[in-house]
């Protein structure tokens, strides 16, 4: 079956833009996980969706970052008033119910990489 | 807090040598999960184990073992006959609550 997608695969973007990323996950899963990584660092989480709210949002940095998930399937990452120090790869992952997430085994997308220039 | 370090950042073998990764995990929390994770050079990280804090046996799966020790917090991953496709960057996790990487450790495989 299809794995976790992210859309767009590459962003190139000003300083000051509004950016939105978007992941899809596999079908049936209700955990959604965004995480975002630096080069040569691991990822760090930044929020997770338990079907359409977030069950843990302690790991956006500020209020410029927010995310959605309206109809507990896809979810779209917004970035406000980008910084240079935005750019970094992000990646979306997704998990079943079962077992009781955030525990089980968490399936990636190949991430955006975001660039602000 | 929980913190894991993966105190190796590079290491090199050559093909069929074996090797060990090393990770270390600090948490406060009696119940926890630790998690290896690869992430090839196409970027996309693949789920390689999963380990509760009850369960300390260790496990083998193919050329991988995993070695998980509570009293010295180390949950360290072994490659046997290492081949040049295990070449990737590999990363320790922890979760309770949230997962939380290591920095990762880059392995190359020379042939």
């Known amino acids: 079956g299809a794995g976790v997608s992210q859309t767009p695969s590459n962003k190139v973007t000003e300083k000051g833009k509004y950016v939105e990323l978007r992941c899809d996950p596999i079908s049936g899963h209700t955990a959604l996980y965004w995480y975002r990584q630096s080069l040569g660092q691991g990822p760090e989480f930044l929020i997770y969706?338990?079907?359409?709210?977030?069950?843990?949002d302690s790991g956006l940095p500020n209020d410029r970052f927010f995310a959605v998930r309206p109809e507990g399937s896809v979810s779209t990452l917004k970035i406000q008033r980008t910084e240079r120090g935005d750019s970094a790869v992000y990646l979306c992952?997704?998990?079943?119910?079962?077992?009781?997430?955030?525990?089980?085994?968490?399936?990636f997308g190949p991430g955006t990489r975001l660039t602000v220039l | 807090a929980q913190k894991v370090t993966q105190a190796q950042t590079e290491i090199s073998v050559v093909e069929k040598e074996d090797v060990t990764l090393d990770c270390v995990y600090e948490?406060?929390?009696?119940?926890?999960?630790l998690f290896w994770y690869k992430q090839p050079p196409s970027g996309e990280l693949v789920f390689l184990i999963r380990r509760n804090s009850f369960d300390e046996q260790n496990e083998i799966s193919g050329r991988y073992s995993w070695n998980f020790q509570k009293s010295t917090s180390s949950f360290n991953f072994t490659i046997t006959a290492s081949q040049v496709v295990d070449s990737a960057v590999y990363f320790c996790a922890a979760i309770s609550g949230k997962l939380i990487f290591g920095q990762g450790t880059t392995l190359q495989v020379k042939p």
């Open positions: 992952a997704s998990s079943t119910a079962s077992g009781g997430p955030p525990y089980n085994e968490q399936f």
């Open positions: 948490t406060r929390d009696t119940t926890y999960y």
């Open positions: 969706f338990q079907g359409t709210g977030a069950a843990d």
